[in-house]
């Protein structure tokens, strides 16, 4: 199924004219917080090629990052849960109140959302779950393409400020480059200590 706006119409069809799309990126890295995103579109335009994030070249997210958060028609918000929230509340908790933070700042603009992946407690608002979302409604899509471009750059800043890890080009991911300077350098302070294998005393050990 191509990413459309199906999913919004339906609501349109029940009287519902504006739905927040909600998306997440940065779930599984080893370092860096968490981002969530929300996205209403006021009027069904979307960009030419959006879709997934994960689809999309790093160049072309780009182009369609700046198309949405300079849009009259777009309202957008994000919300960055840092590594200390990561570790004391657990990354899915963390990602919940990611979510729910960024939907609270576009709530005026609509009372319905579309969430990626499986329901999210608690939501303050109706919400429809889909499983691959981001793939497939371009309200998701959208916010996909917010959150991971927005991560990204903060990645892209931490690896200024830490340059032994090559955060700017794993963005904190487990690779094999990764965990090689991690164990050369140990944790530095935005490394998720509740992470294996960072929370792994003898990961360090067996140099």
């Not at 080893?30 to 090629?49: I, M």
């Not at 949405?68 to 994000?78: D, F, G, I, Q």
Request: proline share 7%; charged share 25%.
């Amino acid at each position: 199924m191509p990413c459309s706006f199906k999913h919004e119409r339906a609501f349109k069809e029940q009287g519902i004219f504006f739905v927040a799309g909600i998306d997440e990126a940065g779930r599984g890295p080893l370092a860096g917080p968490v981002v969530a995103a929300a996205v209403v579109f006021l009027k069904h335009r979307a960009p030419k090629g959006l879709n997934d994030s994960k689809k999309l070249s790093h160049p072309k997210r780009e182009s369609i990052y700046k198309e949405l958060t300079e849009s009259p028609h777009v309202a957008w918000s994000v919300s960055v849960q840092e590594v200390e929230v990561i570790d004391q509340i657990n990354i899915l908790q963390a990602t919940y109140r990611a979510m729910r933070d960024a939907y609270s700042r576009v709530a005026s603009q609509a009372s319905h959302v579309l969430i990626d992946g499986r329901p999210v407690p608690e939501f303050p608002a109706t919400q429809k779950a889909l499983v691959g979302g981001d793939a497939i409604s371009h309200s998701i899509a959208a916010a996909s393409v917010i959150a991971k471009v927005t991560r990204d750059r903060i990645m892209e800043d931490l690896d200024v400020t830490y340059p032994h890890y090559g955060f700017r080009k794993h963005k904190g991911y487990g690779t094999a480059e990764h965990l090689v300077n991690l164990r050369t350098h140990g944790p530095c302070p935005v490394h998720r200590r509740s992470f294996s294998p960072v929370a792994q005393p003898d990961f360090f050990s067996e140099i």
